[in-house]
């Protein structure tokens, strides 16, 4: 017998002559709607803005299409995968008339490959038929998660908000943007001065105000937030004292001629010589590898491949070396190295640029390396003079 909250497949009968389906892939930045309208041969399939309501009037503006082609409609089903965004859109949505499901993400059957292609609009299409599949009631397709009201989700706050979020500036933001977000609220920043002052006056989509649960965890975030921000002006103030204090002193003197190229911080240049260029190293190569900018190489008889960066070196290194190359070529226009990747980037091609920054960041680590132990100069590379 069906259980009345079996949601592994739809309990009411699916008449597609009369009913609009669409599927909704969020993101931060813009969502992707496709649909499947009755009389309607196309499949349409729309980028929007995240907006509520630009959703709603391409839903009723396909309802409109579909009566132009004769048909009835008594029936608009969207559904979306559980994320980031939580359950709101949902309540929004079936706030208006619209029949919303929110699908779990691990029961989308995906490809096995090694390498599957990747896009909204594949995954759209993969969303649209697992969720035609559960409208017709068969089992397998996708399994859809319960919508939760926001006073059961108030109700989880001080629970939740009990355990306190590790990790640098970052990590204390997000459980913010995120609790935010999965009530419908964008245009609040929690990293403003004046944040705290400002929840009073934020309302969610349906017009209510924050539940209070999440309004007094929002509040101990935020001046949790104002402490580590307070914490790392002391971590950057003692820094620029040992630094003012011991200027020639081994790992400090490498920092200060870091610091002196143009685009190069002194919080860069700490942790690049603290993680990586005071660190006795064999070779060049041996300075790609442990910043983790090498491949991994796949070869077998006559195949040769390559799978992409390894990731087995360090990975703060890493990253400071990828966001440093973006930088340097902001800086250092005219440097032989941003030469030679407006050289090899002319050409345009897609994901071209992506895969010449790393190369960069690992000619650029190499470059900083010899510039700090054997004093190699960097060609065309812009310096401050010596304070």
Known sequence: ???????????????????????????????????????????????????????????????????????????????????????????????????????????????????????????????????????????????????????????????????????????????????????????????????????????????????????AELQRDIARLGFVVSQIREIEEARQKRLEQQPETGPHAMVRLLARIVGVGVETADMLVHEVLSRPMRDRRAVARYAGLTGSPDESGAQRREQGLARAGNARVRRGMIQLAWRFLMFQKESALAVWYRARTADSRIGTRKTMIVALARKLVIALWRFVTTGEPLEGVVIRPAS
């Open 1 to 215: 017998m069906p259980q009345p909250n079996d949601l592994s497949r739809s309990l009411v009968a699916l008449d597609q002559n009369s009913t609009i389906i669409a599927v909704v892939e969020l993101s931060q930045s813009s969502w992707l709607v496709g649909g499947m309208l009755p009389g309607i041969e196309r499949q349409p399939c729309e980028k929007l803005e995240p907006s509520p309501e630009q959703l709603l009037a391409v839903l009723h503006r396909w309802r409109d299409e579909a009566v132009r082609a004769g048909r009835t409609i008594t029936r608009i089903a969207v559904a979306f995968e559980a994320g980031r965004d939580g359950f709101w859109l949902a309540r929004w949505l079936e706030a208006r008339g619209v029949e919303a499901h929110v699908i779990h993400p691990s029961s989308v059957a995906v490809s096995r490959e090694h390498r599957r292609a990747k896009t909204d609009r594949l995954d759209t299409e993969l969303l649209k038929r697992g969720f035609l599949g559960w409208l017709r009631g068969e089992r397998g397709h996708c399994s859809m998660a319960r919508v939760p009201t926001l006073a059961e989700e108030d109700a989880k706050r001080p629970n939740r908000g009990a355990r306190l979020p590790g990790g640098g500036t970052h990590a204390h933001c997000e459980p913010d943007k995120g609790h935010l977000a999965r009530m419908g609220i964008r245009n609040f920043k929690p990293t403003l001065r004046k944040a705290a002052e400002r929840l009073a006056t934020v309302h969610t989509p349906e017009g209510m105000p924050l539940p209070p649960n999440a309004l």
